[in-house]
Every structure is written in C-alpha cells, then in structure tokens.
C-alpha cells in the first residue's frame, strides 16, 4: 500500500498550487480521502476531506473558499487546488486514506512540503 503524495513546492504569497497524492495497492474507489496539513511546532490538521460515495467535501474553516479537493478514482488519486496562498499555508501536506465502512482500514503518505514566502 503507498499513498505518495507531490506538487509541494516555494510559492509567493496570492500563488497557486496542486497536490496530488496516488494511491496504489487498495481499492481507491471505496475509501474516504483528506490531505491534513502539520507546521512547524504546530498539531497535524485536518484540510479538507472527500468522501467515497458521492464526492462530498468538507473544509476547514482556514482554507474555505481558497481550496478545493477533488478525486479521480479512475486514477487513484486526490488533487488539492490552493489558490490564494498564505505565509500560514506553510506546512507539510499529507495525504491520508480511510475505508468507508471500516475505519481500522486507514493509510498515510509521507508527506511534500509546502512553503509560501516571498
């Protein structure tokens, strides 16, 4: 099983990224996606979520309307858009997998760092 996600990278602030994270070695398609965010000194955070069925998106109140997760299940990956970064959108970007029905079926990825400065 790996979750790997990409796409972090130096970004002035008002710039734009996308994440992606691929998944390989589970069934994509039956599991519930969200990209968590850790800084420096600071708890890991949720961002935003996707679930399996129906593609329903929950947000963190930080990133509303700046972000957007999508998925492609028929490429086994979640996508995060940033738009409009901020300095306080610096953090490590995980990628995190959760079956729908049973929860103890979860992964992580290792993480693309993202920094926004100028």
């Known amino acids: 099983v790996q979750l790997v996600e990409s796409g972090g990278d130096l970004v002035q602030p008002g710039g734009s990224l996308r994440l992606s994270c691929a998944a390989s070695g589970f069934t994509f398609s039956t599991y519930d996606m969200t990209w968590y965010r850790q800084a420096p000194g600071q708890e890991r955070e949720l961002v935003a979520g996707i679930t399996s069925v129906g593609g329903i998106t929950n947000y963190a109140d930080s990133v509303k309307d700046r972000f957007t997760i999508s998925r492609d299940n028929a490429k086994n990956t979640v996508y995060l858009q940033m738009n409009t970064l901020k300095p306080e959108d610096t953090a490590v970007y995980y990628c995190?997998?959760?079956?729908?029905?049973?929860?103890?079926?979860?992964?992580w990825g290792k993480g693309t760092l993202v920094t926004v400065a100028s």
């Open positions: 995190y997998a959760v079956h729908r029905g049973f929860r103890a079926l979860q992964y």
